[in-house]
């Protein structure tokens, strides 16, 4: 159920059953000289319509830009700052409790999104408003990643480029797939790390054109399959966290001080 669609008697009647909320989240930034600049929260939509459709779950309209200044040195990247980003989304997400929404899944489609998303998710169980979640698609299916690429990448690489592939193939610029293999670079997490300290920041300091991996592996077969996976794991939480009782999921009350141990300790 995609909430924008829906008239609001609708959503009332959702709400008279159901408590569970789906909301997309990614990013507008750099994906390289091949994808374009919507890819996460493209990827992160779709992935969010079809679970949704498949389970009749509440789906909301994305955020299509979040925590990527590190990409900004690449023309067209947008980004809000991280404390603006963790605030709107919290926001959204007592809207949404308003409605009478007890837990919520992000799915997320941008790394620089987790961290943030996991502070929104801790503030929102700590008072007890809700239980909401991160879900990162990619980390949902990391072995059949592995299976169909030898050189996955984390960014713009031949994962993100084959499930483009498959959600919008003609944005995806496949004459240029050589280019941004070439240009970019493979990604090795300890290739900027001395005596332990990692010293980059900006993406741009780890690759030229921004982006990671052999793109040239993509097709839109292999993004169907990824797609297929990956939306049979976000189904299968929405269905695990629908079926946990709410007191379940939320934090156990402090203890109370016990009044003969106050006396004690006079």
């Not at 830009?65 to 067209?76: A, K, L, T, Y």
């Not at 980003?85 to 620089?112: C, K, P, Q």
Request: proline share 7%; hydrophobic share 35%.
């Amino acid at each position: 159920m995609y909430l924008a669609n829906r008239s609001w008697p609708e959503l009332g009647d959702y709400v008279a059953d159901e408590s569970l909320a789906v909301v997309p989240l990614g990013s507008t930034e750099q994906h390289g000289p091949h994808l374009p600049e919507g890819t996460d929260h493209m990827i992160a939509e779709a992935l969010a319509r079809e679970a949704t459709d498949r389970t009749g779950y509440l789906c909301t309209p994305p955020i299509p830009i979040g925590v990527s200044s590190h990409h900004r040195q690449f023309h067209g990247t947008m980004w809000v700052e991280a404390p603006i980003f963790r605030d709107y989304v919290e926001s959204l997400s007592r809207n949404l409790t308003y409605h009478g929404i007890d837990r919520i899944v992000y799915v997320n489609a941008h790394g620089g999104n987790v961290a943030h998303l996991r502070e929104v998710g801790r503030r929102l169980h700590d008072d007890g408003t809700a239980y909401a979640i991160e879900w990162m698609w990619d980390e949902s299916i990391p072995e059949l990643i592995e299976e169909v690429f030898e050189t996955p990448g984390p960014h713009g690489g031949p994962k993100e480029t084959a499930m483009i592939m498959h959600i919008a193939n003609e944005l995806v610029r496949e004459d240029r797939l050589e280019e941004a293999r070439d240009g970019g670079a493979v990604f090795d997490y300890d290739a900027e790390r001395v005596h332990g300290a990692t010293t980059f920041y900006d993406c741009i300091e780890n690759s030229p054109n921004g982006v990671f991996g052999d793109q040239t592996d993509a097709t839109p077969e292999v993004g169907e399959e990824l797609f297929e996976a990956a939306t049979d794991q976000l189904v299968a939480l929405l269905e695990w966290l629908d079926e946990r009782p709410i007191e379940e999921l939320m934090p156990e009350p402090q203890l109370e001080p016990r009044s003969d141990r106050r006396r004690e300790g006079a």
